[in-house]
């Protein structure tokens, strides 16, 4: 079955710092969503990806989907204390009603 | 507007109890689904609803059984639990498949 491997599983920073996590699916996507996770809450919906090469920003976040669509990635830029919290990444696959798969996440720190 | 909402938020179960839990959407999506958070393992999906009248299963679905009770509502049953069975679980929903996933607050289950 579909596989997506996010990494890495854990990243303390600075803040100030930027960061950046990323997912790789073992087979081509339809899309691909990212979310957020903040400490004892649920998952909030950031964006999604569709297109091959697809770039999208928002304010100091930065996604990116690749040109064979089956990996992805969000940087974010000078962190701050309330980008804390845990960035899953959600892949669809391309074909017909296919379950969507999350990857594991990665949970950031920020050091103030 | 509500969102997704969960009952109960908490919930202490002796090995071998069964319970419910619920979740209603008010947004007039199609899709629902069932999903359990444990540590190191993200977001795994147990059951999902395409639409009222269909459930199937997810990644995860054995000890639990769902019923999507009308277009507004998706349970989740545990006939018999298990301490294998102690996770977060979440309910979200989304318009169809590939949309973005809206997520309720969450079920924090203990099985001793």
């Known amino acids: 079955g579909q596989q997506v491997m996010q990494i890495p599983q854990y990243q303390h920073v600075q803040e100030g710092e930027d960061f950046t996590t990323y997912c790789n699916s073992s087979?081509?996507?339809?899309?691909i969503q990212w979310y957020k996770q903040r400490p004892g809450g649920h998952p909030v919906f950031l964006i999604q990806?569709?297109?091959?090469?697809e770039v999208k920003k928002q304010k100091r976040l930065t996604f990116q989907f690749g040109e064979a669509k089956k990996n992805s990635s969000l940087h974010i830029t000078a962190t701050q204390t309330t980008d804390v919290g845990t960035y899953f990444c959600?892949?669809?696959?391309?074909?017909?009603?296919?379950?969507?798969?999350f990857g594991i996440g990665t949970k950031l720190q920020v050091i103030p | 507007n509500a969102g997704v909402t969960q009952t109960p938020k908490f919930q202490v179960l002796k090995t071998g109890q069964s319970m419910t839990l619920q979740c209603a959407q008010d947004?007039?999506?199609?899709?629902m689904y069932w999903y359990r958070q444990d540590p190191g393992m993200g977001l795994r999906l147990i059951y999902y609803?395409?639409?009222?009248?269909?459930?199937d299963k997810g990644e995860v679905p054995n000890g639990y059984n769902v019923s999507r009770l009308n277009k507004r509502e998706f349970s989740l049953r545990l006939e018999s639990a298990a301490p294998s069975q102690t996770s977060v679980y979440f309910c979200?929903?989304?318009?169809?498949?590939?949309?973005?996933?809206?997520f309720g607050q969450g079920t924090r289950l203990t099985v001793v």
């Open positions: 979200a929903s989304s318009e169809a498949n590939r949309h973005e996933a809206f």
């Open positions: 087979t081509t996507l339809s899309n």
């Open positions: 990806l569709v297109k091959s090469g």
């Open positions: 959600a892949g669809h696959p391309s074909g017909g009603y296919q379950k969507v798969t």
């Open positions: 947004m007039n999506h199609n899709s």
């Open positions: 609803s395409a639409s009222e009248g269909t459930t």
